[in-house]
Every structure is written in C-alpha cells, then in structure tokens.
C-alpha cells in the first residue's frame, strides 16, 4: 500500500488543522493505521492510532483531548483533527499502516510509511 499524507501547514498557537493521509493499492480496509510524528532531535513518536474498522482508537497523553483520529475505508484516507494546537506539537506527521485488525503503538510494527508532512505551530 502507498500512502500519502498531506494537510500540514504553519498555524499559530491555538488554531486547528486537518491531515489527511490517502492510501493507495491494496485494501485500505485491511490496515490498521496510525500517526507518527518528529520533531528535531527527537525520536519519532505516536500521536494517534485506529484499528482496522474505526472503533478503536489511541491517542498519546500530549495530544488526548486535543486530537480525534478517524478513517472512511470507502475514501482509502485516515485523518487527524487537531485542535488547541501548541508550538510543541511542531514536527513532521507521519502516516503508517500495519497489516492488523487492531493497531499497534510501536512504530517498528508498522509496514507502510507516507513521505510526511511538516507542521509548524508559531507561538
């Protein structure tokens, strides 16, 4: 599967965006998806991950609350809201896809990667 993220942008502290990640390829029904982020000098970690049929969700403590992940498998695309958002929340936001029913945290778990797209959070 082929993924493509898009969405990303520069926003002030406390504005909203909306990624989107589209796959294509295989069906996109069969992966559990997730979103992954790095910030500069950090190592990469989870924002947010849904199973294979959207009713089970994840979200990373920094960003609960603020984040909702959601997927329409009739479009082949996963989202990402997010809201409130902060200057620490800057980073490039990867999209990943795990041939599983469930997701996974771990990023190794994941088989498929988006290019990603960069987020910029201005104070």
């Known amino acids: 599967v082929q993924l493509q993220a898009s969405g990303g942008g520069l926003v002030q502290a406390g504005g909203s965006l909306k990624l989107s990640c589209a796959a294509s390829g295989r069906a996109f029904s069969w992966y559990a998806m997730g979103w992954f982020r790095q910030a500069p000098g950090k190592e990469r970690e989870v924002v947010a991950c849904?199973?294979?049929?959207?009713?089970?969700?994840y979200y990373a403590d920094p960003v609960k609350g603020r984040t909702t992940i959601s997927r329409d498998n009739a479009k082949n695309t996963v989202y990402l809201q997010m809201n409130s958002l902060k200057p620490e929340d800057t980073a490039v936001y990867y999209c990943?896809?795990?041939?599983?029913?469930?997701?996974?945290?771990?990023?190794?778990?994941?088989?498929?990667w988006g290019q990603g797209t960069q987020v910029t959070v201005s104070s």
């Open positions: 849904i199973g294979r049929s959207g009713g089970s969700t």
């Open positions: 990943a896809a795990a041939n599983s029913y469930s997701y996974y945290v771990d990023a190794r778990l994941y088989e498929y």
